[in-house]
């Protein structure tokens, strides 16, 4: 290798360095910021710490797996987003370390090294030939000149020239500085208020997330944060009126964890209004703040509402939704599926269970919710008609089997009228995303009691079998009746499992194709007669008299009923549960925040803030006044220049160049002004 060669082969960089320069570099911030950027909006658009069962049913087993592994349902406390956080620090801070001393250096620094062809070559310049002036007189001039345009200037003499050195706004840097720490400051913030101490603390097994429902008072140590364990934490509690909390639940994953407050929190009353359209107007809760140590025995009473907090301590209490605190409740619950007509009288509360055993088995009724008012479209409003009807308090429960499968149920109170007639109405799905298929029982009198009557005895096959057998036989065909009630009996044992699809299928299996439509309307003949029959001995039994036919109140019901039994074969439950008396218990349910980090945020945003003025709004302006004796008198070439706003600094230049020219007696020379876009 020659002497040649080896001056060309490029030294090697130390590891440090290069550490150095990738973690400093743009790219790396720039990719980072685009990898947030896009994280939090996957965290805005998906809904954050949500129960997994959403998700599954949401996204399917499949994409909730996926999604989970990636960590997207808590995208600010994924290891990953914390991680790119933490980089962007790193990166960030790089840069300012590498770059805080070059600009410091230049915000002070005048630039007096300057060349006259380079100056000659700037776009703002002007040159004078000065006879009978010397250079101290100059110098003066010119100096005199940029201090009372708002120059700081410093002069250095080369002996054959002089140069003099104007800057103003040279703070302009410290934009580019103010803006990069505040990356820093707010993104340190951020892993402050983040739960990466939670994640620190789980990972060290100081603490683990509890997965089963329990109350809070049962739940385990390792489960329970105390006042002070973290700098940070959002929790939520909901209070039912009259209680009081000293305690919030931290959502973390498939879990939970309990956070104890130094303070209680007393609900004395919740309050919530609503629009015409039904959705919640205003909610309000008045509170009181238990707080031995700092309030002695007076508690803090304070009101919370929407976008308007309570903040005590450092802890800020938010309003952020409301439910049912454990509503008493008296049901009645009327046999569908057995020829009982008399109900079952039961009561509970939101919240708790009830235990039943009906045909299929043992069964739960979990009462899940309990609403006062149901403010919905009238059935008949066209779109875009504002016309609402409140159908009164209604109540949520499931139905769940022994073996742990459940039916979900929304019933209303009291019966609503549908096209001139009451109906008591109950919805069922079989999953919680799908939507509600009801059932319209019809009422008579306010009340269902005459349908379910009239199911029980269609369930009654002694009743029904007794009945048919009354029937005025025909005197020449015995045998003929016998079969015919065979038939009706056969016929309404079929609508009683399977509704009108069971007939339907029935003829198909014993018709031939080419008298099916025949046969199936003689059946539906047959079964509508019976159930006339047994619907007309209900009615007898109720006093109504029928001999001379029924009235068109009665006959429209029976048309109702026939309905509202061919659909009971999907409603899946054994019973109609009817809610007849209710007491009201309405709970807030409160947020609440503690931010350790708000103060170094705030901090951030300010530096964020004085950042972007002092970079849009002043600019680093410099000026060289360059003097050198000849021909007797003296040169003066004038030239500036300006890191941003070029047409105010052209302005600027020819103010600076009219007053030396003012001060030398020669005319100022002519400039090009750049335009100003607007």
Same mark, same amino acid.
């Given at each position: 290798m020659n002497e040649a060669t080896a001056r060309e082969t490029p030294s090697r960089r130390p590891l440090g360095w290069v550490l150095l320069e990738f973690f400093g570099s743009m790219n790396l911030a720039i990719s980072l910021l685009v990898i947030i950027a896009v994280a939090s909006v996957i965290g805005t658009v998906l809904q954050q710490n949500q129960p997994y069962a959403n998700y599954v049913l949401k996204f399917g087993p499949f994409w909730f797996e996926v999604f989970g592994w990636l960590g997207l349902y808590d995208v600010y406390g994924s290891g990953w987003f914390i991680g790119i956080l933490g980089f962007l620090i790193l990166s960030t801070g790089v840069c300012l370390y590498r770059q805080v001393p070059v600009m410091l250096r230049e915000m002070v620094r005048f630039r007096t090294q300057v060349q006259l062809d380079s100056l000659r070559g700037f776009q703002q310049r002007a040159e004078w030939l000065l006879p009978g002036w010397d250079g101290e007189r100059v110098t003066a001039e010119a100096t005199s000149a940029l201090r009372a345009c708002g120059y700081r200037w410093r002069l250095q003499n080369y002996?054959?020239?002089?140069?003099?050195?104007?800057?103003?706004?040279?703070?302009?840097?410290?934009?580019?500085?103010?803006?990069?720490?505040?990356? @820093?400051?707010?993104?340190?913030?951020?892993?402050?208020?983040?739960?990466?101490?939670?994640?620190?603390?789980?990972?060290?097994?100081?603490?683990?997330?509890?997965?089963?429902?329990?109350?809070?008072?049962?739940?385990?140590?390792?489960?329970?944060?105390?006042?002070?364990?973290?700098?940070?934490?959002?929790?939520? @509690?909901?209070?039912?009126?009259?209680?009081?909390?000293?305690?919030?639940?931290?959502?973390?994953?498939?879990?939970?964890?309990?956070?104890?407050?130094?303070?209680?929190?007393?609900?004395?009353?919740?309050?919530?209004?609503?629009?015409?359209?039904g959705q919640p107007k205003t909610f309000i809760s008045q509170v009181r703040i238990h707080d031995r140590e700092h309030? %002695?025995?007076?508690?803090?009473?304070?009101?919370?509402?929407?976008?308007?907090?309570?903040?005590?301590?450092?802890?800020?209490?938010?309003?952020?939704?409301? %439910?049912?605190?454990?509503?008493?409740?008296?049901?009645?619950?009327?046999?569908?599926?057995?020829?009982?007509?008399?109900p079952l009288e039961l009561k509970g509360e939101i919240g708790g269970t009830l235990k039943l055993t009906g045909s299929?088995?043992?069964?739960? @009724?979990?009462?899940?919710?309990?609403?006062?008012?149901?403010?919905?479209?009238?059935?008949?409003?066209?779109?875009?008609?504002?016309?609402?009807?409140?159908?009164?308090?209604?109540?949520?429960?499931?139905?769940?089997?022994?073996?742990?499968?459940?039916?979900?149920?929304?019933?209303?109170?009291?019966?609503?009228?549908?096209?001139?007639?009451?109906?008591?109405?109950?919805?069922?799905?079989?999953?919680?995303?799908?939507?509600?298929?009801?059932?319209?029982?019809?009422?008579?009198?306010?009340?269902?009691?005459?349908?379910?009557?009239?199911?029980?005895?269609?369930?009654?096959?002694?009743?029904?079998?007794?009945?048919?057998?009354?029937?005025?036989?025909?005197?020449?065909?015995?045998?003929?009746?016998?079969?015919?009630?065979?038939v009706r009996a056969n016929l309404l044992d079929l609508f009683v499992k399977g509704g009108f699809a069971a007939i339907?299928?029935?003829?198909?299996?014993? @018709?031939?194709?080419?008298?099916?439509?025949?046969?199936?309307?003689?059946?539906?003949?047959?079964?509508?007669?019976?159930?006339?029959?047994?619907?007309?001995?209900?009615?007898?039994?109720?006093?109504?008299?029928?001999?001379?036919?029924?009235?068109?109140?009665?006959?429209?019901?029976?048309?109702?009923?026939?309905?509202?039994?061919?659909?009971?074969?999907d409603y899946g439950a054994p019973f109609f549960l009817q809610m007849t008396r209710f007491q009201q218990v309405e709970a807030s349910g409160l947020q609440v925040t503690y931010s350790g980090g708000t103060t170094v945020v705030y901090i951030g945003f300010a530096l964020l803030i004085a950042g972007v003025f002092i970079m849009f709004y002043t600019a680093h302006r410099r000026v060289w006044a360059w003097l050198a004796a000849e021909e007797g008198g003296t040169r003066l070439v004038l030239a500036g220049t300006s890191g941003r706003r070029q047409a105010d600094f052209a302005r600027e230049f020819a103010r600076i160049e009219a007053v030396m020219a003012r001060r030398f007696g020669v005319e100022p020379q002519p400039q090009p002004v750049p335009p100003t876009h607007l």
């Amino acid at each position: 290798m020659n002497e040649a060669t080896a001056r060309e082969t490029p030294s090697r960089r130390p590891l440090g360095w290069v550490l150095l320069e990738f973690f400093g570099s743009m790219n790396l911030a720039i990719s980072l910021l685009v990898i947030i950027a896009v994280a939090s909006v996957i965290g805005t658009v998906l809904q954050q710490n949500q129960p997994y069962a959403n998700y599954v049913l949401k996204f399917g087993p499949f994409w909730f797996e996926v999604f989970g592994w990636l960590g997207l349902y808590d995208v600010y406390g994924s290891g990953w987003f914390i991680g790119i956080l933490g980089f962007l620090i790193l990166s960030t801070g790089v840069c300012l370390y590498r770059q805080v001393p070059v600009m410091l250096r230049e915000m002070v620094r005048f630039r007096t090294q300057v060349q006259l062809d380079s100056l000659r070559g700037f776009q703002q310049r002007a040159e004078w030939l000065l006879p009978g002036w010397d250079g101290e007189r100059v110098t003066a001039e010119a100096t005199s000149a940029l201090r009372a345009c708002g120059y700081r200037w410093r002069l250095q003499n080369y002996g054959d020239h002089r140069v003099a050195a104007g800057m103003r706004g040279g703070y302009h840097r410290l934009g580019y500085l103010f803006t990069h720490a505040a990356v @820093v400051v707010i993104g340190i913030g951020g892993l402050m208020d983040g739960n990466l101490w939670l994640k620190l603390k789980e990972w060290r097994g100081q603490i683990a997330i509890e997965r089963r429902d329990l109350a809070s008072g049962e739940v385990p140590a390792i489960s329970r944060l105390q006042p002070g364990t973290i700098p940070a934490f959002r929790g939520n @509690v909901m209070l039912p009126e009259g209680s009081a909390a000293n305690f919030v639940f931290l959502r973390l994953r498939d879990g939970y964890l309990v956070q104890e407050l130094p303070f209680a929190i007393e609900l004395k009353e919740f309050q919530v209004a609503y629009y015409d359209t039904g959705q919640p107007k205003t909610f309000i809760s008045q509170v009181r703040i238990h707080d031995r140590e700092h309030l %002695g025995d007076q508690p803090l009473e304070a009101t919370i509402q929407v976008n308007h907090p309570l903040v005590y301590r450092g802890y800020a209490i938010y309003q952020s939704d409301f %439910g049912d605190g454990g509503s008493k409740l008296e049901l009645s619950a009327w046999p569908l599926a057995g020829s009982r007509s008399e109900p079952l009288e039961l009561k509970g509360e939101i919240g708790g269970t009830l235990k039943l055993t009906g045909s299929a088995g043992s069964l739960r @009724v979990e009462l899940d919710d309990f609403r006062l008012f149901n403010l919905l479209p009238e059935p008949d409003a066209k779109p875009g008609d504002r016309k609402f009807r409140n159908f009164g308090p209604s109540v949520g429960f499931k139905l769940r089997d022994a073996a742990g499968q459940a039916r979900e149920y929304f019933n209303y109170m009291a019966p609503a009228r549908l096209e001139d007639r009451l109906f008591f109405i109950t919805g069922m799905r079989t999953r919680p995303g799908d939507a509600f298929t009801y059932l319209h029982i019809p009422a008579a009198n306010n009340s269902p009691e005459r349908f379910l009557k009239f199911n029980a005895r269609v369930h009654d096959t002694e009743r029904v079998r007794a009945l048919l057998e009354r029937a005025t036989p025909a005197a020449d065909k015995p045998e003929f009746q016998h079969d015919l009630n065979l038939v009706r009996a056969n016929l309404l044992d079929l609508f009683v499992k399977g509704g009108f699809a069971a007939i339907t299928e029935r003829a198909k299996a014993v @018709v031939p194709p080419d008298r099916l439509p025949e046969a199936t309307k003689l059946y539906l003949s047959i079964l509508r007669d019976t159930l006339a029959e047994i619907f007309l001995e209900i009615l007898r039994e109720e006093g109504v008299p029928v001999e001379q036919g029924v009235g068109a109140a009665e006959d429209a019901f029976f048309n109702d009923a026939v309905s509202a039994l061919a659909a009971l074969p999907d409603y899946g439950a054994p019973f109609f549960l009817q809610m007849t008396r209710f007491q009201q218990v309405e709970a807030s349910g409160l947020q609440v925040t503690y931010s350790g980090g708000t103060t170094v945020v705030y901090i951030g945003f300010a530096l964020l803030i004085a950042g972007v003025f002092i970079m849009f709004y002043t600019a680093h302006r410099r000026v060289w006044a360059w003097l050198a004796a000849e021909e007797g008198g003296t040169r003066l070439v004038l030239a500036g220049t300006s890191g941003r706003r070029q047409a105010d600094f052209a302005r600027e230049f020819a103010r600076i160049e009219a007053v030396m020219a003012r001060r030398f007696g020669v005319e100022p020379q002519p400039q090009p002004v750049p335009p100003t876009h607007l």
